[in-house]
């Protein structure tokens, strides 16, 4: 059977577990003729078999991102799709890969963050996990927090705290000043008390 022909809308499926399905099986057997039937059927006519490919590259890039991490090029024209679905399944899928291929990543970081600040909450969500990432690399650590503080002081407050926890594991001496300027500067936008609790919390375990 055709790989299409596996996808949940080709099998009549309105749920993903045929999708996940799928994609468990391809990564684990290391199939890459399916990984480019996917890619390839990613400018199908049928939105559905679109959306269906994407969602199963995004979840083989989660069990073997090296399966997926040639397509970057791919990944990132899929960006300029106008189709919410395809835009943040791209953005997931290029998370998933930036520890594979930080170097093009990093040089694609102009179109993730235009994108995202236009995008979908997924969309920024993956943009902040890339930049995560992106900061623990000494190599890339100073120009992706610097985009990455600037995303924290604009993004909205309700997923502040969520960006500010994540960013735990890369707060160091030389931006931690920056860090938490910012996030002072953001406390009295937070109307939620739970979620201003949240982020005072994390300024408290990294202040002096």
């Keep these: 059977m055709k790989i299409i022909e596996q996808l949940a809308s080709s099998l009549g499926r309105r749920d993903e577990i045929p999708n996940q399905e799928l994609a468990q099986h391809i990564a684990n057997?290391?199939?890459?003729?399916?990984?480019?039937?996917?890619?390839?059927?990613?400018?199908?006519?049928?939105?559905?078999?679109?959306?269906?490919?994407?969602?199963?590259i995004y979840e083989i890039g989660t069990i073997d991102p090296k399966l997926i991490a040639d397509y970057h090029a791919d990944l990132v024209k899929l960006l300029d799709n106008k189709n919410n679905r395809l835009q943040w399944g791209a953005m997931t899928a290029l998370n998933s890969i930036a520890t594979e291929k930080p170097e093009i990543i990093f040089k694609a970081l102009p179109k993730l963050v235009a994108v995202a600040e236009q995008g979908s909450v997924i969309t920024k969500d993956n943009l902040m996990a890339i930049l995560t990432k992106l900061c623990a690399m000494p190599k890339y650590a100073a120009d992706a927090f610097a985009l990455f503080n600037e995303q924290l002081l604009t993004c909205p407050t309700n997923q502040l705290p969520m960006y500010a926890e994540n960013a735990l594991p890369i707060i160091n001496e030389k931006n931690k000043a920056t860090f938490i300027k910012t996030l002072t500067s953001r406390l009295d936008e937070i109307e939620k008390d739970t979620k201003r609790k949240r982020v005072e919390k994390v300024i408290k375990k990294v202040e002096p």
């Design 29 to 56: 057997s290391k199939d890459k003729s399916a990984v480019k039937e996917l890619v390839d059927n990613l400018s199908n006519k049928s939105k559905d078999i679109q959306s269906d490919c994407i969602k199963v």
